[in-house]
């Protein structure tokens, strides 16, 4: 579904990883981990095309076929079914859960806004709410099911459950769990050991490059 092959990620003349490679396949969820500055959140930019110059290979399996994707713009991943939420979200503060929503979906909106607020039931008593009145958790939740509203084929997560209550966190978990076993791949970048524990595969990174596990 997913193939990173020897990447290399630099910003400006500072490189950030240094020939990673991994796969993620269909309905596998594979959580990033690593210290702080360690590249977690850069692997995930460098796959959408975001603020680093990458080498390397990224291979994606696509609704039209396989392709490499890694000179490609980040609206044409996006569009190809790459389904990032960054670390800070990026809501709509001023705008309600259902406007944030809304305002994401494609074709098919009414079907698709309900499929995802059943993975999201805490969202379904908060739609006229805006953003700014929620909680970090429930935002996260808000930005995870907005992303889900573009039908993407990949889930590319950035540290959801950081400082987040762990009753929260569990129904981000079951979420994640429940889009998975729908076969949707996810790899999430997560210090969280709740979440990290659900995984298919753990992957640690250390100063830009994969651990040996
Ligand atoms: P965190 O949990 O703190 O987000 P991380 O594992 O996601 O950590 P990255 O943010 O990917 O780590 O950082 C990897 C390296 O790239 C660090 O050395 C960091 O200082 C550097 N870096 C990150 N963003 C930039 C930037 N915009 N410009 C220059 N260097 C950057």
Redesign the pocket.
Known sequence: MLEIVQLNAF?GQ?Q?LFGVSLRVEAGEFVVLQ?L???????LLKALMGL?VRTEGRIGYQGAAGAANIERWATHRRARAGLGYVA?DRRLFTGLTVRENLRIAAGRDAMAQEARVLDLFPVLKTMLKRPAALMSGGEQQMLAIARTLMTSPRILLLD?PCEGIAPLLVESIRNALLALKSSGMPILV?EQNQLLAGSADRRLV?VA?KVRDS
């Open positions: 910003y500072a950030a690593g702080n500055g360690a590249g977690k959140s850069t603020e670390e540290e970048a990174l830009g």
